[in-house]
């Protein structure tokens, strides 16, 4: 009786595996998913269970996970299943029906336009909601930039008008104590944004003065030495004189400026922090925003759609003309030839005789 051996796994195999465990973990970390409809009173599903249910139908149909978990992947993901896509793979033209519409709506990097217009939508609507966007806010993100540009001209009246307590229905104790601690978070963060904006500049400052202090002790040396041409009892003097050095100086802040000042600096500041929400630099998850379908923008997509049915139909539209013409100069050439032949031109000449 002979032992069946089981062949190790190729490295392929391997990786595929690995590639296919990588996504299932990815997903599961997604709570935006539904793995399993429950009841409200049964305990959230473990990210085991997620998994096992998730590889359940991974291994079942291909097609059935991607039409289920599909929009949830980003385009690292789609990829792994352009394997299945191959003849004889069951449902490989579906499944390559299907990757062909998620690819258009999966970002496939932070850059793209696809993830640009999805922040901006969603910033619009942020900035109605007023909340993220709000003054408070804002300055709890960035102290240190709003002090700079907004809170140092601020008067004692605006500063409680800015620092009251919106006061409703839903506002807790609990809600009142947060909102102490996180703007006391806030100034101790704009201290510790002063602390480090001041030892970068005296570190500056420093290598700046190391390199002019180097600069004078190379031409020191460089120097040759000149004799001295004073008598005896008579004192020499040199020509020495002492040059201010003229580095970067901290400026001194003024608060006595115009409205209209006022007014450019408060909205560099708010467009400061809406291009930081932009370019992903906020401490914010940016995931639900990049692969949400909903804030796309269906007006500005039928009008790229309508754009690009138009360009190829114009193609098409010159691709036609250019071919009638070409067909027009071909049958002109040909009826100049047959003109000029012998038989034709005496043909001619005897029709008008006659």
């Known amino acids: 009786m002979t032992m069946e051996v089981e062949e190790p796994p190729d490295d392929q195999t391997v990786e595929f595996d690995m590639q296919r465990d990588s996504l299932l973990n990815f997903l599961?970390?997604?709570?935006?998913?539904?793995?399993?409809?429950?009841?409200?009173?049964?305990?959230?599903l473990t990210t085991k269970e997620k998994y096992d249910i998730a590889l359940n139908v991974f291994r079942n149909s291909k097609l059935n996970f991607l039409m289920r978990f599909g929009k949830y992947l980003h385009q690292e993901h789609l990829a792994y299943f352009r394997r299945f896509t191959d003849h004889g793979e069951p449902d490989c033209a579906e499944i390559e029906l299907v990757l062909g519409e998620l690819s258009k709506s999966c970002p496939s990097n932070t850059n793209s336009t696809l993830v640009k217009n999805r922040r901006y939508e969603a910033m619009k609507q942020m900035i109605q909601d007023d909340q993220y966007f709000s003054e408070i806010e804002m300055m709890k993100r960035n102290p240190l930039l709003y002090e700079q540009l907004v809170g140092q001209y601020l008067t004692d009246d605006e500063i409680r008008e800015r620092d009251k307590y919106k006061m409703d229905e839903q506002v807790t104790f609990v809600?009142?104590?947060?909102?102490?601690?996180?703007?006391?978070?806030?100034?101790?963060?704009?201290?510790?944004?002063?602390e480090t904006e001041d030892s970068q500049m005296e570190e500056e400052d420093s290598d700046e003065e190391e390199a002019e202090d180097?600069?004078?002790?190379?031409?020191?040396?460089?120097?040759?030495?000149?004799?001295?041409?004073?008598?005896?009892?008579?004192?020499?003097?040199?020509?020495?004189?002492?040059?201010?050095?003229?580095?970067?100086?901290r400026p001194q802040h003024c608060t006595a400026i115009t409205a209209q000042e006022r007014l450019?600096?408060?909205?560099?500041?708010?467009?400061?922090?809406?291009?930081?929400?932009?370019?992903?630099?906020?401490?914010?998850?940016?995931e639900k925003i990049d692969n949400d379908p909903s804030f796309d923008n269906a007006d500005e997509l039928d009008h790229d759609a309508e754009d690009k049915y138009f360009a190829s139909e114009e193609a098409e539209e010159c691709d036609t003309k250019n071919e009638v013409e070409s067909s027009e100069d071909e049958f002109d050439i040909f009826m100049n030839h047959l003109n000029q032949h012998p038989s034709v031109s005496e043909l001619t000449s005897n029709m008008k005789r006659l």
């Open 28 to 44: 599961t970390l997604n709570d935006d998913i539904c793995f399993k409809n429950q009841q409200k009173w049964e305990p959230d």
């Open 175 to 194: 809600k009142i104590l947060m909102e102490g601690i996180e703007r006391d978070n806030a100034e101790a963060y704009r201290k510790l944004q002063a």
């Open 214 to 249: 180097k600069d004078k002790e190379d031409r020191s040396n460089a120097a040759s030495p000149v004799p001295s041409c004073s008598k005896w009892g008579e004192f020499e003097v040199k020509d020495e004189y002492h040059v201010p050095r003229s580095g970067p100086k």
């Open 264 to 286: 450019l600096l408060r909205q560099e500041f708010v467009s400061s922090m809406y291009q930081s929400f932009l370019d992903g630099k906020d401490d914010f998850n940016y």
